[in-house]
């Protein structure tokens, strides 16, 4: 990517575990970690003072949830921003389909100059709310990480989820307090299970924590008309840069 300015820090050498989730794709990572360290910090999705911690608290920490997702996947990532998770986890798992959905201009022109440049395949980029990309965007696997609470952020990928799809919500320690506390807002939306999942353990210095929640339901639930967001003044569709690649790295 051209560099709009300098990063005041520079990352931090791959760490031991890098190399046991990314294979023979560290490369790949590697690269990662240094746009995001340098036009990842210029165009504000990324705080400088990160830099020194971008594999072990953003690229490594995103990765390591890979385990979560079957072989073939198509998996959407809800607010991408900084392509975390779905950059991460497509480096690690060539055999996905990530899909970035991000409603933001600056953060989506940004994501698609970084899959041209890593040559991601099976990444596309969608400018929108999960809302307006779902009818054209359903799957049986959503994730994202630092969204929103449960609740809300089961609310906006609902529809996005094929009946019986589950929602993958990175979390922090907090996890099952969180999952408790929003317990009656999920089951209100049709919740089916609920399972808090340790993730990367070995590789990180202590294991990351998804939500992983199931609607039987997926979209059709009516609970999602009923708890959505008002639709009203919307702009619909897949707005906005979209690129679409089929062809597998």
């Known amino acids: ?28 990572a590697e690269r990662f970690v240094a746009t995001l360290a340098d ?7 990324i705080g400088p003072r990160e830099v020194p911690r971008l594999w072990e608290r953003h690229v490594l920490n995103c990765a390591v949830i890979a385990d979560a997702f079957p072989a073939g996947a198509r998996v959407v990532d809800v607010g991408s921003g900084a392509g975390l998770p779905g950059v991460a986890l497509a480096i690690a798992r060539p055999d996905l389909e990530v ?5 933001m201009l600056r953060r989506t022109t940004w994501l698609e100059q970084l899959v041209t440049e890593l040559e991601l395949l099976d990444v596309t980029v969608h400018r929108g709310r999960a809302e307006e990309v779902g009818p054209q965007l359903c799957s049986a696997w959503v994730t994202a990480r ?19 799809g589950t929602v993958v919500a990175m979390k922090g320690r907090s996890a099952r307090e969180e999952l408790a506390a929003d317990h009656e807002a999920l089951t209100a939306l049709g919740l089916g299970t609920a399972v808090v ?14 939500v992983d929640l199931t609607f039987p ?33």
């Open 99 to 103: 899909h970035l959905v991000e409603p």
């Open 197 to 210: 999942t340790e993730h990367g353990l070995g590789v990180l210095p202590e294991p990351v924590l998804t």
């Open 39 to 45: 036009t990842g910090v210029t165009h504000g999705l």
């Open 1 to 28: 990517m051209k560099r709009d300015g300098e990063s005041p820090q520079s990352p931090a050498a791959a760490p031991s575990g890098a190399a046991a989730v990314f294979g023979d794709r560290l490369g790949l």
């Open 146 to 164: 630092a969204v929103a609470r449960l609740g809300t952020l089961a609310r906006w990928c609902l529809p996005l989820l094929e009946p019986g």
């Open 217 to 249: 339901h997926g979209s059709s639930s009516p609970a999602r008309v009923r708890a959505g967001r008002p639709r009203s003044g919307r702009r619909g569709g897949t707005a906005g840069s979209t690129q679409r690649r089929r062809r597998r790295r």
